[in-house]
């Protein structure tokens, strides 16, 4: 299976109309699925538990190089902006900071 669901109980507030969903998918990575029932859209974010201090002394800057390259190229859209124009063509976006 692509994912497997694990049961994670959420807390959440009495006010808070919204459904959540903890998976696992088949390459380890966690993902929080939110559904608002009363949105029209979709999104998706993600973060990496790493960052500047993580760095090697000898490479500063090497987490943030690499953040960038999540989005420059993949198997499924292994050219230069290619998963952008997919975004975009979709009404969406990405961004890494």
Do not use: C, K
Request: charged share 15%; hydrophobic share 45%; aromatic share 8%.
């Amino acid at each position: 299976p692509m994912a497997s669901r694990v049961e994670t109980p959420i807390s959440q507030a009495a006010s808070d109309h919204n459904a959540y969903r903890m998976v696992v998918l088949a390459n380890g990575l966690r993902a929080l699925l939110i559904h608002s029932p009363n949105e029209d859209s979709a999104a998706a974010a993600m973060a990496v538990a790493v960052g500047t201090l993580h760095d090697p002394d000898d490479i500063p800057g090497l987490a943030h190089f690499l953040e960038h390259m999540l989005f420059l190229g993949t198997r499924r859209y292994p050219h230069e902006d290619e998963y952008a124009a997919f975004l975009a063509a979709h009404g969406g976006w990405s961004n890494a900071f």
